[in-house]
């Protein structure tokens, strides 16, 4: 079983940087490959960025490269996502989600398709 709480949301302006932190709670984290989604209001639920198990890999919505950069530090079982020059257009609620254990495979992250999900992070860009 994997727990996970996210962290680090909040209100920024347009242009601003916040670092959403996903803390995982059992000793399995580390085998998971992890990602980010969002969902706005009114909007469906979107892939944001992914990891890979080692860590090696990274993968990205093409909306936020460039921008955002996905790391994991399996020590302290936590990924983060650093997000910087912010649009009010990312705003939404961030959750993370953990799947496809032992994988280096980023692409195609479906949000159902994850073993572990987090409650989200509610992260407002104003204009």
């Known amino acids: 079983q994997v727990q996970l709480v996210e962290s680090g949301g909040g209100l920024v302006q347009a242009g601003g940087s916040l670092r959403l932190s996903c803390a995982a709670s059992?000793?399995?984290?580390?085998?998971?490959?992890m990602g980010w989604f969002r969902q706005a209001p009114g909007k469906e639920r979107e892939f944001v960025a992914a990891?890979?198990?080692?860590?090696?890999?990274?993968y990205y919505a093409d909306s936020v490269k460039g921008r955002f950069t996905i790391s994991r530090y399996n020590a302290k079982n936590t990924v983060y996502l650093q997000m910087n020059s912010l649009k009010p257009e990312d705003t939404a609620v961030y959750s993370c989600?953990?799947?496809?254990?032992?994988?280096?495979?980023?692409?195609?992250?479906?949000?159902?398709?994850?073993?572990?999900w987090g409650k989200g992070t509610l992260v407002t860009v104003s204009s």
């Open positions: 989600a953990a799947g496809r254990p032992y994988s280096e495979y980023v692409r195609d992250f479906d949000y159902y398709g994850m073993d572990y």
């Open positions: 059992g000793r399995t984290f580390s085998s998971y490959a």
């Open positions: 990891v890979s198990w080692t860590g090696i890999n990274t």
